[in-house]
């Protein structure tokens, strides 16, 4: 049972390119999330969905995209990276106790 | 907009020795969950209260939720190294979870 399954771990990106985190949890959860962690901030929920085709945003949504065709999937989008977007993403699942996170993707933007 | 504070922000003891951490909100909260997070690691559900005045424990550390409701409690006894992480409380409202900005622990061997 792998739980939540972030890709990439690590990432660089120069400023203004786009890319997409993926996402994928194998606990049937219809609950996902995504959020970013900067350092003494705690973690800010960017988008979060329901279910699949279900959207919306969170705390921080500016700068980024969400879909949710399926629900194992939940990919975030950064369309064109700027340097306040260096931070380390979590996407979680939400089960009747709790969340489940995964283990980050660590993203700089140069 | 509900605020979650923790403090302290940082706490650095002794290995064998006691430590308590706390999390309070600006209004009532109908469930809390404390997670622990390791360096490039993410957050690992710790245990959810949903009930004033409710204690919970696990092991060595013992979690307590406030009869308004607005405050929350872990303690931990006899530190371990191996306790060694971030805390973080997390508020469950409407499908979205809020958390402080956590409370990094070192415990020292």
């Known amino acids: 049972n792998a739980g939540v399954t972030q890709t990439p771990k690590f990432r660089i990106l120069k400023i203004g390119q786009s890319m997409t985190l993926q996402c994928t949890q194998d606990?049937?959860?219809?609950?996902m999330y995504w959020y970013r962690q900067d350092p003494g901030m705690g973690l800010k929920l960017i988008y979060y969905?329901?279910?699949?085709?279900?959207?919306d945003k969170g705390e921080v949504p500016n700068g980024y995209n969400v879909s949710r065709s399926t629900t194992e999937d939940f990919p975030l989008r950064l369309e064109l990276a700027a340097p306040s977007q260096t931070s380390v993403y979590f996407c979680?699942?939400?089960?009747?106790?709790?969340?489940?996170f995964g283990s980050g993707t660590r993203l700089t933007v140069v | 907009t509900q605020l979650l504070e923790q403090s302290p922000q940082f706490l650095s003891i002794q290995e064998g020795e006691n430590l308590t951490v706390y999390c309070n909100s600006s209004?009532?909260?109908?469930?809390l969950q404390w997670y622990r997070q390791e360096p490039g690691e993410g957050p690992v559900l710790l245990v959810t209260?949903?009930?004033?005045?409710e204690v919970k424990k696990l092991k060595r550390l013992t979690f307590q939720f406030g009869d308004a409701r607005k405050d929350s409690s872990l303690h931990i006894t006899a530190a371990q190294t191996g306790d060694t992480g971030l805390y973080l409380c997390?508020?469950?409202?409407?499908?979205?979870?809020?958390f402080g900005a956590g409370t990094t622990v070192t415990v020292r061997a």
């Open positions: 979680a699942s939400r089960h009747d106790y709790g969340y489940t």
């Open positions: 606990m049937n959860h219809n609950y």
């Open positions: 969905s329901v279910g699949a085709g279900i959207t």
């Open positions: 209004s009532v909260f109908s469930s």
């Open positions: 209260v949903v009930t004033g005045g």
């Open positions: 997390g508020l469950s409202n409407d499908y979205k979870l809020s």
